[in-house]
């Protein structure tokens, strides 16, 4: 075999020529136009706490959450919990599904949704990603097919909240749904309950 070396000084020429053209203007389209309307960035706890409680606290008839494990800030938020219990107090039709990564205590000894989970067992699930080989790439907050907060792991507590953004909630949705099947019932907090 032999190998073939081009001549660079011909090609050099045509090089310049791309590198002299301007670069296309990328036009944004409605539809991006609409989904950057549809959601809201957030970069802090505080401002991540505010959207989940916003997010959560409109939720009718399902909440929908993952998490690393039952020290995320919104488990813990007395707001939250409270609007989920009289959701689940108040209403036949509710789902709440929670899922951890991690379903260690939490470091505080006491977890309000842990107490929730154990009195409406029927109402409010939570389970443990089973599979260790599927990671979720992002914590992801769940309301009704309507509104969603996400946030990357890899970025703490940057992220975006979306509000009545189909595409993205079905997007969302998916994937929660196929961890939720690699999941199991928390043999942990099952043990904490006895």
Not at 39 to 66: E, P, T
Not at 135 to 154: F, G, I, N, Q, S
């Amino acid at each position: 075999t032999e190998l073939v070396h081009p001549n660079l000084d011909s090609l050099g020429p045509r090089f310049k020529l791309i590198g002299d053209n301007p670069k296309p203007i990328k036009k944004t389209s409605e539809k991006q136009k609409e989904n950057d309307m549809r959601s809201i960035r957030f970069d802090s706890m505080g401002s991540y706490r505010d959207l989940c409680r916003m997010v959560i606290c409109n939720a009718q008839r399902k909440v929908f959450m993952l998490c690393e494990s039952l020290d995320d800030p919104i488990l813990n938020d007395r707001e939250v919990i409270s609007h989920i219990q009289e959701l689940v107090l108040h209403s036949r039709h509710v789902e709440v599904r929670l899922l951890l990564e991690n379903d260690r205590h939490p470091s505080s000894g006491h977890s309000a949704i842990l107490d929730l989970a154990q009195r409406l067992s029927s109402f409010v699930s939570i389970r443990k990603i089973h599979d260790k080989r599927i990671a979720p790439k992002e914590w992801l907050y769940l309301c009704d097919d309507l509104h969603a907060v996400e946030r990357r792991r890899e970025h703490g507590y940057k992220g975006q909240a979306f509000v009545e953004s189909p595409m993205t909630l079905q997007r969302l949705s998916y994937q929660f749904e196929n961890l939720w099947l690699h999941s199991a019932p928390s043999s942990e907090l099952r043990r904490l309950a006895i």
